[in-house]
């Protein structure tokens, strides 16, 4: 049984600042998803009670938001998924404690939370084009 070295300052530092970078990737898929959200009911909202903008316009504008978000989700799982690395490992579990399994659980944790986040914007987004407008 090997013995895991003690990491250098320098080591130390790279490593924390991966770690950070993942944990604040774990969020952004549910995030956009949330902007997502608040954009498309609150601008139809605006379209249809207030009359701000028309409608048509606004499902057209929405529609290409929503292929903007679906991309950056789509991004933001694959960078998940290098992250986890389960092809070179083989492991699609980790259950040791070591540094490189916490970093792979980020990515594993990244890569699910993306794919929830692709579903729940493709949800929000139904309304937008099988409803013809306000009713």
């Known amino acids: 049984m090997s013995e895991e070295h003690a990491p250098r300052p320098e080591e130390d ?8 970078e993942s ?34 316009a606004t499902r057209a504008g929405l529609v ?13 799982g694959w960078r998940g998924f290098r992250q986890w690395d ?16 916490r970093h792979q659980f980020l990515g594993h944790a990244a890569f699910l939370l993306a794919i929830i986040s692709f579903i729940g914007v493709i949800f929000v987004s139904l309304p937008l084009i099988m ?5």
């Open 86 to 101: 389960v092809h070179s490992t083989g492991r699609r579990a980790n259950p040791g404690g070591h540094a490189e399994d």
């Open 13 to 20: 530092r790279r490593e924390f600042a991966e770690e950070t």
């Open 131 to 135: 409803l013809e407008g306000c009713r």
């Open 23 to 56: 944990l604040w990737r774990v969020t952004f898929a549910p995030a956009l998803w949330a902007l997502h959200f608040l954009a498309c009911y609150g601008l139809v909202s605006l379209a249809c009670a207030r009359g701000l903008f028309p409608i048509g």
């Open 64 to 76: 290409g938001l929503t292929l903007l978000v679906l991309a950056g989700i789509a991004w933001l």
